[in-house]
């Protein structure tokens, strides 16, 4: 590309575009470009529902953590009134960054010049301000950010220009009800800093056709389908008798979850809700992936453990979990370092789009849905 041509011209991605037999993959400016990555920001991340987290990460009255991505941080926060909500996380004085990582607070204090917001954003106490005229503290709530539930996701829009949730996640709700997220509690999450586009990770999440090199050491080859869809999600479904959340030479004595019969009984769904909350569902657990973007080349990678409170509460819990630890904590640092060799090649002059695998449809979906949103 010369340094003259528009880079969001439909023109370039026209191989990208066409049927996924014909198509190539996004050229590699997609992955390593900051004007790219300034256009997702403004036309996706800015205007999509973006995964914050679990509501079981902030069970009690008070309990916090702040989803820090693109430069942009929310506290998202449980009330008094046991409500999750979400804010901006800056101070309305000055604009003083209020929280960090996780915890619990009585009430949201700043540590400049200790103004204090209630839990559900009402300014209480705004020290010496009597002098300044016209001052009401009702004028100076946090700013409140959209949030939406769905079976203990929480989602958060950063503008009100955003489709109803209902429209978004259309038949998810379905497929999945009969694993009753919401009765899941996630008993351990992991972060990753990695050196890679968070395009690359979230299309290597929903294809197998990696699985046989990359994890020959670990899980081995997946045989994966593509699941019809409505609404802004893919996925792909790999039959199994059981659970494939721990290694193959592993067994386990945990349940399966009550109650799933057809394909969720029989095998383990890789799911992707656009742009970048994918969770897999097998057999007797769920695990969730966020993939946060904070440059073109630089994203942290969380990963998050649930299984059925039942299922937590059983005595050999303990001793059997750790298989499961074991599993992801092989499997996913193999797929950040491949992510990170895929960058790093891609920041290569010679780079060119390469021809895609009958095993990578949604990677395919993926890249076309991005460019629906950011080209000209
Ligand atoms: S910036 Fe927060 S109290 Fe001054
Ligand atoms: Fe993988």
Redesign the pocket.
Known sequence: MSAAQNLFDPELYRDVRLPFEQARSMPPWCYTSAEFFGREVDRIFRRVWNFAGRADEVPKSGDYFTLDMFGESIIIVRGRDHVVRAFANTCRHRGTRLLKGRGNCRVISCPYHSWAFALDGALLGAPDMDRTPGFRKEDYPLLAVHLEEWAGFLFVALSDDVPPIDDYLGNIKDKFAPYRFEDMVCVRRRSYEIEGNWKLFVE??MEDY??AT??RQSIGVQNTVQEDTTGEWDAIHMESDSTIAVLPEDDTTLPHIEGLTGRPANGTYFTVIYPQTFFGTTQDCMWWLQSLPHAPDRTTVVIGSCFPASTVARPDFEEQVAKYYLRWDK?LP??NAITEEQHAGLRSAFARPGPLCWREPVVHALDNWVLDRVLD
Request: charged share 20%; proline share 0%; no cysteine.
């Open positions: 290597n999440a990696h699985t990359v994890h499997s193999e797929d």
